[in-house]
Every structure is written in C-alpha cells, then in structure tokens.
RNA sequence: GGGAGCAUAGCUCAGUUGGUUCAGAGCAUCUCGUUUACACCGAGAGGGUCCGCGGUUCGAGCCCGUGUGCUCCCA
C-alpha cells in the first residue's frame, strides 16, 4: 500500500468510523470476559457539541478504547436527558414563532408537539460524536423519557413516598418568575450585581424616639415585613425590643424583636424582617412566630400587600419606592452596594425566594451510605480533591425540590380528590385500588413535572432496564458500572444522587471511579460561553485539523483535575504529530523494496533494536500506571515524546540505512513491529491515524480497534542505559561542533579516550552517522590540535580541518570545571557534617560518596583536557 | 460570612515517603541547517530568588506557621 505524501483525515475517518461500525466493534453484549462499564453523562436532548463535550467524551473514549484493548468487554451507553426546563423553553419559544401561546394549549397538544420537536431536533449531539470517533454502543442508546425510563421514574417516586422519602410541603424555594417553576437551589447561579443599600427609617410606636433605621437591598419587600431585629446585646436599640413600629407607606404596626443571628456592625445592626421573601427571614420567623405576608404574584409582579403598586414588576418598583420614601420622608440615605444574586441557570431571570407548595425529598436518610461510599474510598474521586467539596455538601444536605411547574416531563404521580386529599400510586387504577375510598371519586393529577435530574440519578441502573426490569442478565453483568466521567460542576445535581439511587435501589455503588474534568477556558482563563463568542466551533476544527489532531490538542493541553485552557495551538501540534507519524511510516515504506536477507544483522542495528524494544517496554509500563491514576495528559507527553524523539529521532536514524543500502529483513521486521506497537499504544488518543497505518505498514489480520495488548516486556536496565549514555555522548559531541563552527556537511577524525572501549566499538557506526564523523580510532593519550570534549570518565578528540577556537574551548571547560568543584564542596561539606552521617540513612551517605568519587573524577578529567590546551 | 484549592522557565504544567547532578517537560524564543520520511522538519542553545517572611531538620520546591495574590464552591 502505497502512502500518500500528506495524510487527509477527512476521508480516513469517515471510511474507519464505519468499518467499526459494521464491524460491530462497539457493541457489547454480556460474556464471559470483564466488563468495563462506561454511561455517558446524557448531554441535553437540544444540546449540540461544545468543548466541554469534546474533552469529556474523547476521556471517555481512551478509556474505553483502552479497556477493548486490553481484552475486557467494554460497554459505553449513549443517550440524552430530555432537559425539562431547557427543552420546554425551546418548544415555548418555538411555538411563539409560529404564533402559538403555550397558554392557548392543553397539556396533550403541548406535548404533541415537545416529542415532535424532539424527533425532529433532538440528539443532533450524538450524530457529532460519531465525528470525533467515539466508540459508542450505539444499539445501547436510550433517553430519560423512553418507555420504561419513564415508568421506573415514576415507580421510584411513589416507592420513595411509600417510604416516607418523599413529602408535600410548604417551603421557602427559588423562584423563576420567567419560568414560573421551582429550581432546585442547585440551578440558582449566584452573580456579584451592583445595587444600592436604602437606609429606611420606621416610625416608633414610643412617645419621644421617633423612628429607627434599617438598611436593605430589597426595598420593594417592606409590604411583606413583619418584624424588626437587633442583635439583643445592641446598646443603641436594647431599650427598643418588645416595642413596635410602622411600616412606612402603608403604617402596618410590627414588633421589634431580638434575635442573635443579627450582625451588629451590618448596615445599621437592625434587620426588617420578611419571612415570605428570604430564607434566612423566613427561618427567623419560624423561630418568633412571625406572620408570613407575601407580596408577589408568580410571574414577580406586586399583589394586594402592596397597594399603590399593584401589578408592577419588583424590579422596576424597587427603582420607583425610592423616590416614593423619599417624598414621605423616610428614605434616609442611598449607597452604592456590591451584593450576590441568584439567577435561573436556565432562564437568567433574577430568582426570587418564594413560599409554595412542593414535592420534597428527605435527603439526610439517602445522604449516609451515599457518603460513607466515598469516604471509604469504594468509590474513588480522581483528582481526590473532590472528596472535600462532596463531604461538605453531604454534611450540610437540604432537602430536594423535585416538582417543576412544568409540562415537558415525568408527570407526578399525585391525584387529589375534591377536598385536597393526596394519593400517591402509579396511575389512577393504582390509586383506587390503594386507597378504596377514592373509588367512585373524580380526581385530578398534579400538574406538575419532577426535576430532570430525578430521572437522571437513575441512569446508570435503567440503561440496563435494571429497575423496570430488576435482575435481568445485563443490569448484574453490567453494573456498577465502572467509571464515570463528568464536570466538577455536576457533583451535586447529579453524582451525589447517582450514589444515592445506587445504595437505595441495587444496594451497590453505581460505579467505582470518577473522574472529574476541569472546564475548559479561553486562552485568557474566561470559561467558554455564547455570550461571550469564545467557543470555537467543534465540527469546524475537526474539519480543519481532523478529529485525531482535535483529540490530541485537548487531551495534551488537560492536565489532571485542572481547568484547561483551550489554545488551537495544539491542534496544530496535534497536526503536526499527525504528518510525523505519516511520514515515519513514509520512511518504513521506503525501505521495503531494498529488505535483505543476506548476512548478519548488524551489531550496531542490533543494539538499536535491544535498545529501544527496552525503551518501549518502559514507556509501556510508565503509561500503564499513569492511565491507572487517570493522569491521561501526562500519559500522552510521554507516548509522544516516545515516538517524535526516541523512534523518528533516534532509533530510525541509528538504523537507517546508507543511501540506496539494503536493510536487513531481520531490522525491517522488527522496526515495523516497534512501530505497530507504538500505534497501538497511542490508538486510544488518536484511533483514526492509528489504524490507518496499522493496516498501511502491512497486511493485517486485525483491526487495531480491537488488538488485544501483548504483555509488557522485561525492561533491560543495562541496555537502556547504555543507550541514554549513546544519546548524551551524541549530543555533546554535536554541541561541541556547533559551538566550534564546523559545518553540518564537514566529517570529522573522532578520537576516543575511554576505558571502555568495547562498548564504543559496537555502536561506531551509529557514532559515525550521527555526530559525521569520517573516522572513529581510539586513543591513550590526547590528541594535538583537536578540540577536547570531556564526558564523565571519557575523553573525545574531535579533529576538523578548520582552526580551533581554544579560547572559547577553554572557556567553557573552565565554566565547567568550576562547577564540579562547586558541587565537589558542596557534597564534601554534607559529608563531613557528623550529624548528616549519623542521621542520614546508609544509602544516602554511599550516593553522597559515589557523588565525590565521580566529581573527582571528572574534575581530573577537565584539568588533563586543560592542561593540553 | 463559611469552606476548599492554587502560586515552580515567557505560557501551560510535572516534581511520589524531605535525600541521586533536582530545579524538570511540552510549547514559545534564539542560533545553525534544506544530507532523499518529515520546514507541519532537523541539530543545538539560552531561560527559574520554586510568591514573601519565619520555623522544624544534618538536609526543604516538598513539612509547619504567617503574610500577599488568585481561583472555585457554598450561604
């Protein structure tokens, strides 16, 4: 097979992509080898790929790819989330396009036309990671809202409601007024928002003190105060607690209480107190008995409790009350304050902390075997940082919000009669038969949808239908699975979960590592965002640089549990590897018509191949247990640095042959397989390139896709040395030439001085090549007129035809020297430290002695090379 | 306000139990080079007060304290 002269991945891919496919490499069924379970971490179903995707699938796929690899039954399960919020939006604003209210529709007719969108819209996303090669069982692809998907969910609620794990309550929640729905307060993003603090006086009900003052951001919420509190240590208003004050505007009389939880030195250290708005108020007035007055409507306008505003956004009021307490005289200073507001992760409206009556679930009981899971280390985070941030959220767990105002969902399974009685069952049959005294009664399901993510912490047990149908061959051959990769951003929406579902429904983790990704920034650290413009267009940079290239830049610029920063500068060095592993196989190909089988291999081809067959079992085992502790970017360097520096630089030049020479069948044979061996190695990185040359050097049997890995071999401790000892002597020897002038095309006379001759006489050849040297002799005594290079015990004697620059010769063997008796001090005065001697272990003071043995040594070795100078 | 983490070459990062010549890699930069795989290349070089200060130790990039700067999470 003839190599073209540059490599074109856009037909490589595509052609290997679906070899595989047909091949059914990808799909996995239950036998009798390992399993290496992988679920994808469902993208939304109206996602389309972005960098974030492309690092976490192609971590996903070298995993993956790996496991195949290395003989296990890898099983990686695609699929999508159906998003309820996001997808809803898109429907909603799809619909107002063609001039449909979502208002005009009834629940049916809006879904009719959700799945419609879905089909025709959804998963354009697992099309474009067919691109970047990933090798998805795509037979396997499932969706939160697939039949049984959907009636598990389901199921679960009402199991975890039998339980007493899921109640109805009245709590404080985010709001999204836009929306109209309750978020978990996961989907509430905090912002840093530039407002103002308004100093607002109340009139006392206390004959002589007229009035106190507080400060807020809020001043639109005093329609809903029902208190005033100072901190009861408060000297200014101690006298004060138990008396009342006005609110102004609409003079409603609330008391002044005390409470410890106040900031004294916080604005002016007396809070008003809103028990319908806020959280902390809201807790506040549990604990005092407040009244509760809510002054919003749903969609964040102003109701009743507000008279002179009614049906105004709290926004605008917000900026029109000022002028209004100013008029009445209680507004008693304004001032710029810097604050945190929460926004809707998926609306980006301003959330507002609202009472309302939601599904809950109980979180403290699912929280204890989910944390010991990880604390115990059976289930591993990598990096391990993680476990901090997971024990803290897990210590502190409040209860979860899973009802969305929201029709794009699993419905709740809820039925009320007519006076408000609950029933929980599967469906309305469920509900009769459970509670008899519903028969014959007219019932209503709740309106309302669970949290997407109360479908996605089931994901790993109900792609293998191990709910709807428990015990079934895949779920115990498949499960738990074995790891999982995902955004640091995600361990509460969703890990944490995951682990919770696992211990209460398989009574098993749900898998045994997980890797979190780092988010990927601009080249000036911004994450990546639409806003912003910053996000490169995946498909086109794949388009450009191919999607091994793409691969190799993200991976390569990763490093292991930190954030990356995106830079398409290693893309072009993903690119570039590209064309150099190409032309690596170029050079192979060449050589074959000229392969001979006459005579002995070569002594020097001979320690090349020792030599680097030790290298590679080195690498291989380097590699191995970096990919043990996922430290995939680090794992990559060095198969890199393997290939481009010790093959192609090397290895290929010490065994390259003269031009137009034969190459001995022996060398051939074994060059081809270092080669297909590092194509292996770096396959799971770059699976198009790979295999294209696997099946280019050769005819193949097998696909490279699923060559098992040969066992590593020993690793010759002596021959690797001896090649490193090759590779510095080459490369002095040609900084001495650079640095005396001599042109690359002028051959030089070596003389070597060593008391190892032997083992330069079997690699003069390659020293001949490699340093051009016309001739190679050996020497006891130094060489006239030559320039003198000193290398630990050894002595070379270049001879040029040019004149030699002693000065800077002497120069840089005086540099040198004075080093060494630096160092030589260094180690002496270490030594002759009684206390070093005593206390250092026995192994440390003999390195410290072999440290001055060899520095005297050298040290006598630069003074000769002085000396003849 | 609470918590976590980070600070090593121009940039992005390795550096394992404190002890090999330990101060490293890749990219970038500079010099030389177009010898039939590759200029998307080759050969070579320069470049760091390991954030500041203090401590523990025979010995600190690594451990402890402290200061400064930055990032993230939570409220």
């Known amino acids: 097979m003839e190599l073209s002269k540059n490599y074109i991945p856009g037909e490589v891919e595509n ?28 993208p939304n179903v109206t996602g389309v790929l972005h960098m974030g995707h492309c690092l976490n699938n192609t971590i996903q796929d070298i995993l993956v790819r790996r496991a195949r690899m290395q003989g296990m039954n890898p099983c990686w399960v695609p699929g999508t989330d159906h998003a309820s919020i996001a997808t809803e939006a898109k429907v909603v604003a799809m619909l107002r396009e063609r001039g449909i209210a979502k208002s005009s529709l009834s629940r049916e007719e809006f879904l009719t036309y959700a799945w419609e969108w879905k089909e025709k819209y959804g998963g354009i996303i697992l099309q474009q990671l067919r691109k970047m090669g990933c090798s998805l069982d795509w037979d396997r692809t499932s969706f939160t809202m697939d039949p049984d998907y959907y009636e598990t969910v389901i199921k679960v609620f009402v199991d975890l409601y039998n339980k007493g794990k899921i109640y109805r309550g009245k709590r404080m929640i985010n709001w999204d007024v836009r929306a109209k729905t309750a978020l978990s307060d996961e989907e509430v993003i905090h912002k840093e928002v530039n407002g103002k603090m308004y100093h607002i006086r109340y009139k006392l009900e206390i004959p002589g003190e007229e009035y106190i003052t507080i400060a807020t951001v809020r001043p639109e919420t005093i329609f809903g105060d029902t208190a005033i509190c100072v901190h009861p240590k408060d000297d200014r208003y101690k006298h004060l607690v138990g008396k009342h004050a006005f609110v102004p505007m609409i003079n409603r009389r609330i008391p002044i209480i005390a409470d410890d939880y106040i900031e004294m030195e916080f604005g002016t250290g007396a809070l008003k107190v809103t028990p319908a708005h806020d959280i902390n108020d809201f807790n506040l007035g549990q604990k005092h008995g407040l009244d509760v007055i809510e002054t919003l409507n749903e969609d964040g306008t102003m109701n009743e409790a507000a008279p002179m505003y009614i049906g105004k956004d709290r926004i605008e009021v917000r900026k029109i009350i000022a002028a209004d307490l100013e008029a009445s005289g209680n507004l008693v200073k304004l001032e710029d304050y810097v604050n945190q507001v929460g926004f809707s992760e998926r609306t980006d409206a301003i959330v507002e902390p609202r009472l309302s009556l939601q599904w809950w679930v109980d979180m403290k009981q699912l929280a204890g075997p989910a944390l010991e899971a990880v604390m115990s ?75 997407t993510w109360f479908s996605s912490w089931l994901w790993p047990i109900e792609v293998f239908k191990g709910m709807s149908n428990p015990n079934n061959a895949e779920i115990n051959y498949y499960y738990p699975t074995s790891t999982l990769v995902t955004a640091p951003e995600i361990i509460f929406f969703w890990v944490a979960r995951m682990i919770m579902a696992g211990e209460e429904y398989m009574g098993k983790i749900p898998f045994k590592d997980v890797y979190f990704t780092g988010i990927v920034r601009d080249k000036q650290g911004r994450k990546m965002s639409k806003s912003l413009g910053n996000s490169p267009d995946l498909l086109g940079l794949i388009d450009q640089y191919g999607a091994d290239a793409v691969r190799f830049g993200i991976m390569i610029a990763s490093p292991a549990g930190n954030d990356l920063l995106f830079d398409e500068s290693t893309l072009e060095q993903g690119r570039n590897f590209n064309s150099k592993l190409w032309n690596a196989a170029k050079l192979l190909k060449m050589w074959e018509p000229r392969v001979s089988n006459e005579g002995k291999v070569e002594q020097d081809a001979a320690f090349a191949m020792d030599w680097f067959q030790a290298k590679l079992s080195a690498t291989q085992l380097e590699v191995d247990s970096m990919l043990k502790e996922f430290r995939l970017s680090e794992a990559l360097k060095t198969i890199y640095g393997l290939i481009w520096d010790d093959y192609c630089s090397w290895y290929l030049e010490w065994i390259k042959p003269g031009f137009e020479q034969p190459i001995h069948a022996d060398v051939y044979n074994k060059s081809i397989e270092f080669y297909d061996s590092l194509l292996q190695l770096l396959h799971p990185f770059m699976p198009f390139i790979t295999e294209e040359l696997h099946h280019a050097l050769k005819a193949q049997t097998e696909d490279l896709c699923v060559k098992e890995y040969e066992a590593i071999g020993k690793v010759e401790e002596a021959v690797l040395n001896a ?22 095309k002028e051959a030089v006379e070596l003389h070597i001085q060593s008391e190892n001759k032997a083992a330069y006489q079997t690699i003069e050849n390659i020293l001949a090549k490699q340093v051009n040297a016309k001739s190679i002799a050996y020497t006891n005594a130094p060489i006239g007129s030559s320039i003198v290079v000193a290398l630990e015990k050894d002595k070379f004697y270049l001879v040029a035809d040019q004149a030699i620059d002693t000065a800077s010769l002497k120069e840089n063997l005086l540099k040198d020297l004075e080093h060494q008796k630096g160092f030589l001090a260094s180690v002496e005065k270490k030594l002759s430290n009684e206390k070093f001697v005593q206390n250092a272990k026995p192994e440390i003071i003999a390195i410290e002695q072999k440290k001055k043995a060899d520095a005297l040594a050298r040290i006598q070795t630069i003074e000769e090379s002085l000396a003849q100078l």
Not at 393 to 413: A, T, V
Not at 723 to 744: C, E, F, H, M, Y
């Open 15 to 42: 052609k290997w992509y679906q070899h595989w496919i047909e091949k059914g490499y990808f799909h996995s069924e239950p036998n009798n080898k390992p399993a290496y379970t992988v679920v994808i971490p469902p």
């Open 723 to 744: 090649g490193a000892l090759l590779k510095n002597v080459i490369s002095t020897l040609r900084d001495a030439r650079n640095k005396n002038q001599i042109k690359p």
């Open 377 to 451: 280390d059976e289930i591993q985070f990598h990096p391990a940082k993680f476990k901090n941030v997971y024990r803290h959220w897990m210590d502190n767990i409040k209860d979860w919000c899973i009802s969305r105002q929201l029709w794009w969902g699993h419905r709740i399974p809820a039925w009320y009669d007519a006076d408000g009685n609950v029933y929980v069952a599967e469906n309305e049959a469920a509900v009769n038969a459970k509670y008899p005294e519903t028969k014959g009664k007219t019932l209503t399901q709740d309106a309302d949808c669970l949290d």
